[in-house]
């Protein structure tokens, strides 16, 4: 008698991986809370100190950058203890796994998933677990408030949207609460659009292909999302007609024509795709075969039907994805003609890992003959999983506690500096000699050759110096 896959016990290997996945996202966002103000945070925080939340939004909009979204927060963090940035990253990382859990727990209820809230967990923690190992750079992506506000907030924000409106057209929610969540649809997007150039392009994209996706849907969810790409729309405008965009713009070369712009974009987006392959590869490997694995056990659809279409299915997501991909990247094409910086990578590997994990469990629930399939996992296929386990996600584990080490040395160095320096301002003093970073958050964020007259370690404490109006902040033995 066979067991009803509903009701059969979760296979042990499956919590091991669970367990991983969760440990590496609870430790990045521990990590985090462990940040403090780095590089260009110190000039954001020190305007934001001498002058209101509005004034200091309005003042970088029209000197430095458009981001208004990411100013804002900017000028917000800055009127709190200096903990409100590891508080605010922490929370950040893990309002990102969960807002991967919600996302993924609605596609799961969609596809009629057997124990959709336990396998959604376990494939969040995974996907999660899989983008930090592919991140080039994780000091600032996740742990410098800077790179996290301009290139994860908002994805974190779109998340949630999208999985809101597949809980509205499941659950058919009461009239009241459909009319407000149309209500703060605009503000909404016209918050999570401002944190960057890169992620409103992202957005824009996201929205318009949903839309086409959408348009003769006769549901509720329907209403919000027309609405959102305008608002979306808006708010990438206001960032690229903003004066300080135009001045900081001009310290880059001149955006390439048209043909240009499309080659380079077209070259940007695969090597995008090869990233991932090169920054994580047994990850990515485990990953796909993973992914593949649950959509041969999970899919309980028409596998003759999807087994004609597979290829056609797969086709549409990598272009789907390949668009989605190359939109944050032409905006960097054109305002910077280069590649997107390591921290701007986040939401394009995110997607890269979502359409390649949709692929995989295409082609899984191709391979299913029966409608029923055993629980059990074949042997060689469960020790290439785990070994594959052990050399990608095994090793962003012991990465993850290796900066855990890192940034409680950051932080411990930041609080001793700064109190040094505010006892030489209270004695008058105008050059401070202070004991100096052993690990510098800064020196992470911005790498640059020692002889490099901007190397990150002279910008840090010449940001320390116009933080606190020294004249000049000297680390000892210099």
């Known amino acids: 008698m066979k067991t009803d896959a509903r009701h059969s016990p979760i296979p042990r290997w499956l919590w091991a991986l669970a367990f991983v996945g969760v440990a590496i996202v609870l430790i990045t966002a521990f990590n985090a809370t462990l940040s403090r103000l780095a590089a260009d945070d110190y000039a954001f925080a020190k305007y934001a100190k001498t002058h209101d939340v509005g004034t200091a939004v309005a003042h970088w909009y029209n000197t430095w950058t458009g981001s208004y979204s990411s100013m804002f927060m900017h000028a917000l963090l800055a009127q709190f203890p200096a903990e409100a940035i590891g508080v605010f990253l922490g929370a950040l990382v893990l309002l990102w796994w969960l807002g991967t859990w919600w996302l993924v727990y609605e596609i799961g209820i969609r596809l009629n998933w057997a124990r959709p809230r ?86 824009v994209t996201l929205l318009a292909i949903l839309n086409v996706f959408w348009w003769r849907k006769q549901w509720r969810a329907s209403l919000p999302l027309r609405i959102a790409l305008p608002a979306s729309l808006l708010a990438l405008y206001l960032i690229a007609a903003a004066p300080g965009t135009a001045i900081r713009q001009a310290a880059f070369p001149p955006s390439p024509p048209l043909p240009a712009l499309v080659i380079m974009t077209a070259a940007f987006t695969g090597f995008a795709h090869l990233e991932l392959l090169l920054l994580a590869p047994f990850s990515l490997v485990f990953w796909l075969l993973f992914m593949g694995w649950l959509g041969y056990q999970l899919h309980t659809g028409d596998t003759a039907s999807l087994r004609r279409h597979r290829w056609r299915l797969i086709g549409a997501l990598l272009l789907f994805g390949a668009v989605l991909i190359a939109a944050p990247i032409a905006s960097a094409a054109y305002a910077m003609s280069r590649y997107l910086p390591a921290r701007a990578n986040t939401t394009p590997l995110y997607t890269l890992a979502l359409i390649m994990a949709a692929c995989a469990y295409v082609a899984g629930a191709a391979l299913r003959i029966k409608r029923r399939s055993s629980e059990r996992v074949p042997r060689p296929l469960l020790a290439l999983l785990v070994a594959l386990m052990a050399l990608g996600l095994g090793q962003t584990l012991l990465n993850s506690l290796r900066q855990t080490t890192h940034m409680r040395t950051f932080n411990r160095e930041w609080y001793a500096i700064h109190a040094q320096l505010q006892a030489a301002v209270a004695r008058g003093e105008d050059e401070v000699t202070v004991t100096p970073f052993t690990f510098d958050l800064g020196n992470m964020i911005h790498g640059a050759p020692p002889q490099d007259p901007f190397h990150p370690q002279v910008r840090t404490y010449g940001n320390l110096a116009q933080y606190y109006d020294l004249t000049r902040v000297i680390p000892q033995g210099d």
């Open 118 to 203: 336990t396998m959604s967990f376990i494939v969040a923690a995974v996907l999660c677990a899989v983008v930090i190992d592919s991140l080039p750079n994780i000091y600032d992506t996740f742990y410098w408030i800077s790179g996290a506000l301009a290139h994860v907030a908002s994805l974190v924000g779109a998340l949630y949207f999208i999985a809101a409106l597949l809980y509205i057209a499941r659950r058919q929610p009461p009239h009241w609460l459909m009319a407000l969540f149309t209500a703060l649809t605009i503000p909404y997007m016209l918050f999570i659009g401002g944190f960057s150039s890169p992620s409103a392009a992202f957005l």
